[in-house]
């Protein structure tokens, strides 16, 4: 069976590499004359952030405040183990 393989690979490689080198199409070439345009140049823009605004009073002053959450285990520990 890999003999087979190998010979059909063998062929398909001999006669798949005579026909990669052909010669262009006409057409082909005479597209790529007529299509050659000049790029039109821009001027590049600079990249810039947008302006951040300065934080209010109140919201500085809120920041020293946290606020915690007892969030209860939806599974408890022992659960995510395996038992074997």
Do not use: C, K, W, Y
Not at 11 to 21: C, D, E, I, K, Y
Not at 41 to 52: G, N
Not at 55 to 79: I, N, S
């Amino acid at each position: 069976m890999n003999l087979l393989l190998l010979l059909s690979a063998l062929l398909s490689a001999l006669t798949g590499g005579a026909s990669a080198v052909r010669a262009p199409v006409a057409a082909h070439a005479a597209a790529g004359i007529v299509a050659s345009v000049q790029a039109e140049v821009r001027a590049a823009r600079a990249a810039s952030r947008p302006q951040q605004r300065v934080p209010r009073l109140a919201a500085l002053a809120d920041l020293g405040t946290t606020t915690v959450l007892a969030l209860p285990a939806v599974e408890p520990l022992f659960a995510s183990r395996r038992r074997e």
